[in-house]
């Protein structure tokens, strides 16, 4: 689109202007019950936009810190969706009533501090208001997980409210049961501009679900992680996962969700010959791509109807887009029904038909709302692109609406044109009135033809375009290099109409404002203050307005009087010290279009005086147990009152170091200085709104106090993990309290007996004391201690009693033995595993058995090896059984591996009888003896040789058929 660059240009500032909104949120509680967030900017004679949702986000629970869950959902709003929004804060579930009104989204981060019978009253407090709220038009947007142990925290929300209904979580990330994410079903909204798959992020969890459309999932499992459900006018969605550790999908993702208070649907049910996909390929098949692109870019969320009409669906969008069907998929009557009563109750419908009988199977659908045309083709003689039937439109032909602003030229590739026309329909794009169009079939005169207009239906709107080729982002139908949609202004106006559709029109000229400013530039409290603008307009000017709120309040607005020539005056009255005052000018001109124009918001803070100093009174020369009062004179504010006063402590008349600070809401203060030595102090007052007065007169003492000879108490000792392994820093905690406070704390740790180490503890909170310690090495025994100082004079000292802990080996893991096949017809085998596993790296063997039992009741051999295989011997035919685990230096063994069996099928038998003495001899194999040996073998048997020489020649011939099937 031609407009791109400045929007880009705009969507960065605006971008940035709500960034530096959002920083203004609290981190800690929210001492207020409603924060708005108002953009700082306003646009100004600008391209047409659809319309800003005001989101009422849900904070009670939810981690609000830079970084947390909030922090990154609204980061990915900004950055996938931009920062054209409005933003208030519910801080208790309990205001949701009074807030709720008004709003488009409900946005529900994930309640990270919640419990779930919080998440139940909540669902249940806000039944009957979020049924309302979703069914009027609302979107709720949840995104949950809750923590590692219970992930799904949020959900009891929709389930206690009926909204949606869940099942048990059935998986998390980490963890075994999410491999996988998965865009599932590509024709919702929810998986715009994100990959098929991608490998998950931290917090995310997968929960059991049948109620509305599993868009995201886990692409093993295909359990439900982000789904999307249609309900009444508006839209429920949950995401399973919390922005703790988010990437470029799941940012992508709520971004989607944002865009569905302006939904649009394109109805893929009549099998239309424009499809599209994301990101736009330009290649055929995907001609609808680049205008998905830009309405997504917009603030669209644009989703894919791909069966039937789905009433339930459809009541959910704003805009319901009708590609042309392809050839026999005609609209039905009961579809053209269900399109009829969503267009009467306030839907908008955008149906594309083309020339002659090409565009009959939208012809019922448009007759329906009082629109047919010629079925014939219009032709243009001195307009037409590289075919008298492709025509560009310019000039007299775009009617004046505010579809049609700032579009000066449209291009359409072979069309038809209406023979008639609702009779409040708006024209938008005519043919010439000089002779030069025509009826292509006929040959006719085609003077002043319409091919593009709209009307209202009932409380909707429709459109109806004439050709179906102008919005093709893959084809280059007039071979100008460029593809349909980008040339001329044909994507403006796809635009503006899906805007203008949506409830948004273009800009025209507005009023030019300039020389904001306000007087005095630096108002004190109770002073008037006069907002003064310069404002042009060709038409003229009316309804000039000021409109300012304070602190963030209501706005309230005031009508501006002209003060000769361009200039522009309103006097807003007067505020209290400190106030914050925004201010912007609205002005509309005197056309008949009544074209507004809003400024920039302008700041200004009221300046806040600072109280009078007080004067501190002598607190006397020395004191002899350090406990003594402080005292001074009251102060004043002459524009507010004294909020507290802040006593300093030094040990240099000239302040260069602060010992302590105290604050104080009274005139005295009591001390506690427990180390000798001389002290000076002074004091400030603070008004209401944080102005110091300068400091008081400086007042000095001497404490003087006996000696501590106490030191520190030291309880509490532990060490984390309380069983650590190899490898892992253990935390040494404690205690430690003193009179005087702690100057340090030491822990002293040993290994096995050896020499002492000692590591500093730092300060965690309260009175704890931390050390980390480590790592170690199994079968280590380590003890330690702790050496406590006090911040006395004497610096006296305490050492706590030994703890110790002792490094546990652990079991190694069970090797994996890989399938040896399933029969082999010679008596040996190589077993063959993949290695087992040991937290210390100490696999000392492997023990190997082989059993004719599948329950291992015998063994027929056990062996320890080293390697990852061993070659077993000696077997006879049948089943044999094997098995193997893993043995460390401890001699601790693993779980036995996985059983493998395999069949030895040693083959017939041949037995010779001799006739002194009587013995038979078995050879396997059957085959294995040539001629020659076996007449040998004859010819020493009938020559009485002994048996012994018989049992020698076969030995050596079994060693033979051993090497012949040897497979080492």
């Not at 008298?388 to 049609?404: E, K, Q």
């Not at 708006?426 to 010439?432: A, C, S």
């Not at 963030?552 to 020539?565: C, E, L």
């Not at 180490?757 to 170690?776: E, K, L």
Request: proline share 4%.
């Amino acid at each position: 689109m031609k407009s791109k660059s400045s929007i880009s240009i705009l969507l960065v500032i605006l971008m940035t202007s709500s960034l530096f909104a959002l920083a203004t949120i609290p981190t800690t509680n929210i001492s207020s019950q409603i924060l708005e967030i108002t953009q700082s900017s306003y646009r100004i004679a600008e391209t047409p936009s659809i319309s800003q949702p005001h989101i009422l986000v849900y904070t009670e629970y939810t981690n609000m810190s830079v970084g947390g869950e909030y922090y990154n959902t609204m980061n990915a709003i900004n950055t996938t969706y931009g920062t054209d929004y409005q933003l208030t804060a519910l801080v208790n579930y309990t205001l949701l009533d009074g807030l709720l009104p008004g709003k488009d989204i409900l946005l529900i981060p994930e309640q990270e501090f919640a419990s779930v019978a919080k998440m139940k009253t909540v669902g249940t407090a806000w039944t009957s208001p979020l049924t309302t709220f979703v069914n009027e038009g609302g979107v709720v947007i949840l995104l949950d997980f809750g923590n590692a142990s219970a992930p799904g925290l949020g959900l009891h929300i929709y389930n206690e409210s009926s909204l949606m209904k869940f099942g048990p979580v059935i998986g998390q990330y980490p963890g075994p049961e999410i491999t996988e994410m998965h865009r599932n079903v590509f024709g919702d909204a929810l998986c715009r501009r994100i990959e098929y798959q991608w490998t998950p992020r931290n917090n995310t969890f997968a929960v059991q679900t049948h109620d509305g459309v599993i868009a995201i999932d886990d692409y093993s499992t295909d359990n439900p992680i982000g789904v999307h459900k249609s309900m009444g006018k508006g839209h429920v969605v949950f995401l399973g996962f919390d922005m703790y550790d988010p990437d470029a999908n799941q940012e992508q993702i709520v971004g989607n969700a944002i865009r569905f208070t302006n939904y649009v649907i394109f109805d893929d049910a009549q099998n239309t010959e424009a499809t599209w996909e994301f990101p736009p390929p330009h290649i055929d098949g995907f001609a609808l791509g680049a205008w998905v692109d830009d309405l997504v870019e917009d603030g669209f969320a644009v989703g894919r109807m791909d069966n039937i009409v789905n009433a339930t669906l459809l009541n959910a969008s704003e805009i319901f887009v009708c590609p042309l069907p392809y050839w026999t998929h005609d609209y039905g009557t009961a579809e053209i029904a269900i399109i009829d009563d969503y267009v009467a109750n306030g839907g908008s419908v955008f149906i594309f038909s083309d020339w002659g009988s090409y565009g009959d199977e939208s012809r019922d659908l448009v007759n329906n709302f009082g629109y047919d045309w010629a079925r014939d083709s219009l032709w243009d003689s001195d307009d037409s692109l590289n075919q008298v039937s492709r025509i560009a439109y310019t000039g007299d032909n775009i009617i004046n609406h505010p579809i049609t602003t700032d579009i000066n030229r449209v291009e359409f590739y072979a069309g038809d044109g209406f023979s008639t026309l609702p009779a409040n329909a708006e024209k938008l794009i005519v043919t010439d009135w000089d002779g030069t169009s025509s009826w292509g079939a006929a040959g006719t005169a085609a003077d002043g033809i319409t091919a593009m207009a709209v009307s209202k239906y009932g409380s909707g709107k429709v459109c109806v375009v004439l050709d179906s080729n102008f919005f093709d982002g893959t084809e280059d139908a007039d071979s100008d290099t460029v593809d349909n949609y980008f040339d001329s202004d044909n994507a403006e106006i796809l635009m503006n109409t899906a805007r203008w559709l949506a409830g948004g029109s273009p800009d025209n000229d507005v009023p030019l404002i300039s020389s904001l400013a306000h007087s005095p530039t630096s108002p004190l409290n109770g002073q008037s203050v006069t907002i003064d603008v310069n404002i042009t307009d060709a038409d003229g000017l009316t309804n000039i307005t000021c409109h300012y709120r304070v602190n963030d309040g209501t706005w309230t607005n005031v009508s501006m009087t002209p003060d000769g020539g361009d200039a522009y005056s309103a006097d807003i009255g007067s505020f209290n010290e400190v106030d914050d005052v925004d201010y912007y000018i609205r002005s509309f001109d005197a056309s008949a279009d009544s074209m507004e124009s809003v400024s920039s918001v302008a700041h200004f803070t009221v300046v806040n005086q600072v109280p009078s100093a007080p004067i501190l009174d002598d607190p006397g020369l020395n004191d002899d147990d350090g406990l003594f009062n402080l005292t001074w004179s009251t102060s004043s504010d002459p524009d507010g009152f004294i909020d507290r006063y802040q006593i300093e402590m030094s040990n240099t008349s000239g302040f260069t170091h602060i010992l302590d600070r105290w604050n104080a809401s009274t005139t005295e203060k009591s001390l506690a200085i427990l180390i000798n030595g001389t002290y000076y102090f002074r004091v400030q007052s603070v008004d209401d709104h944080e102005a110091k007065s300068i400091w008081s007169n400086i007042e000095s003492i001497e404490v003087g106090i006996p000696v501590d000879l106490t030191g520190p108490i030291i309880i509490d000792i532990t060490h984390s993990p309380s069983n650590p392994i190899q490898g892992e820093f253990v935390t040494v905690s404690a205690n430690v309290t003193d009179l005087h406070d702690v100057k340090n704390v030491t822990c002293y740790y040993r290994v096995n007996g050896g020499s002492w180490t000692s590591v500093n503890m730092s300060h965690a909170t309260g009175d704890i004391y931390n050390a980390s310690i480590g790592s170690f090495q199994v079968d280590d025994d380590v003890d330690y201690y702790i050496l406590a100082f006090d911040n006395s004079t004497n610096y006296n000292n305490a050492t706590s009693g030994t703890g110790s802990f002792f490094i546990e080996n652990q079991e190694p893991t069970a090797p994996s033995l890989l399938d040896p096949g399933t029969t082999i017809s010679i008596s040996h085998i190589i077993v063959n595993w993949t290695a087992g596993s040991d937290h210390e790296n100490a696999i000392d063997h492997y023990q190997l058995q082989v059993s004719i039992s599948s329950v291992f009741a015998t063994t027929f051999g056990e062996w320890n090896v080293t390697s990852l295989s061993f070659n077993v011997t000696d077997l006879i035919s049948g089943t044999y059984y094997i098995r193997v685990r893993t043995i460390d230096d401890h001699d601790v063994a693993s779980p036995w591996s996985n059983i493998q069996s395999i069949e030895v099928d040693l083959g017939p038998t041949i037995t010779t009888t001799t006739t002194s003495p009587p013995t038979t001899t078995t050879t396997t194999g059957g085959g294995l003896l040539d001629s020659d040996i076996l007449d040998l073998i004859v010819l020493i048997v009938t020559a009485g040789f002994v048996i012994i020489i018989v049992a020698v020649i076969i030995s050596i011939l079994r060693s033979k058929s051993k090497q012949q099937y040897n497979f080492d």
